[in-house]
């Protein structure tokens, strides 16, 4: 008789723990989800910045055409407008999966290009008409970027946390049951 009561309460502490580690699992994930969540907020600003503030698309193919790509200013808009682009689809991807570690890789690629093509408007040598990227809206891109930065590393902690749990001993094994994946860092 003691040896099944011991049985059953054996039986009764793995199911036990194995809630609690399921339930782990379920929260961390989901914690690197909210992360996530803040962080495409900052992204959709940045994203509708650099929309509301291109010249209209047809100004600028007339402009890249015209001096037959040898304007630095229309090269700049046509490379922010491309990569604002390419950011929007890679966004528009992470929203739907959001600890994917191969979407993630390219949502940071796509985020990266997209500030370095920021960076090559803003360096371009004032004109006529003034700097290409005005101060206040160059002031208002260095806070969304911060604000992003700050995000990101919130996420990427989550994410760290997140597949730490996953790759302990016995919470790996309920991972691999349930399907719990590895995500990837931005």
């Known amino acids: 008789m003691s040896d099944s009561v011991m049985v059953w309460f054996v039986i009764a502490m793995l199911f036990f723990w194995s809630m609690g580690a399921y339930n782990r699992l379920v929260r961390l994930r989901a914690q690197g989800i909210v992360a996530f969540a803040a962080l495409e907020g900052l992204f959709n600003q940045c994203l509708l910045m650099v929309k509301t503030n291109l010249p209209d698309t047809g100004a600028i193919h007339s402009l890249h055409d015209a001096n037959q790509g040898l304007d630095p200013s229309s090269t700049a808009w046509a490379g922010l407008a491309a990569a604002a682009e390419q950011f929007n689809a890679c966004l528009k991807m992470a929203h ?51 604000q992003s930065e700050l995000a990101r590393a919130e996420f990427n902690k989550r994410v ?13 094994l309920l991972a691999w049951v349930f399907g719990f994946k590895p995500a990837q860092p931005i």
């Open 160 to 172: 760290v946390n997140y597949n730490e749990a996953i790759d302990q001993f016995p919470a790996l």
């Open 96 to 146: 739907a999966q959001p600890l994917n570690g191969p979407t993630m890789s390219a949502l940071r690629t796509a985020f990266e290009t997209l500030s370095l093509s920021w960076s090559r408007l803003r360096d371009l040598p004032p004109d006529l008409a003034g700097p290409a990227l005005p101060g206040p809206l160059q002031s208002q891109w260095e806070q969304l970027a911060l």
